[in-house]
């Protein structure tokens, strides 16, 4: 009819599984490079790059699903289990970080009575009723010490 040669289904399946696999499985490499992104940004509390990382690792995941077309799904399930522990051990290890901070920055009670007695008194603290006060910044928000750290949308 068309004078051209025709191609069967069979081959046409071959020839697209022969290159959608490979994209399934760089797919699923991404989802997991992006899961470990996002596992340690939980664990750290950056909540705007784990936002990115699980955003990016949803490109990656539906790139995994291309190799679905050849029946073989081992891509995809792997960036799914990638995410799913990025969750489980960014969890653990945030409460294991927060565990470390807080017995870092307590200090006991009697240890900050002791110091703030031993300190001697000198004539220009006496004179100048801001010179023993933290510094605050032109906003009038007090300044932080590097241990501190901020909570967002918790």
Known sequence: MT????MSTL???NTLASFLVPIGIAGAVMAVVCALITTFALARGSAGLAGGGAGVWI???LLSLCASFAMLWTPFLIAVGAL???FV???????????VT?????VPAETQVHAAVQEPAT???EASPRAGAPRTPARSIPARAITETVRVAS
Request: charged share 15%; proline share 3%.
């Open 123 to 125: 004539p220009a603290a």
């Open 11 to 13: 081959a046409v399946t």
């Open 84 to 86: 799913v522990a990025a």
């Open 3 to 6: 004078g051209g040669s025709r």
């Open 89 to 99: 051990v960014g969890a653990v290890l945030r409460r294991l970080f927060r565990g």
């Open 102 to 106: 807080l017995t870092r920055t307590t």
């Open 59 to 61: 490109v990656g995941a």
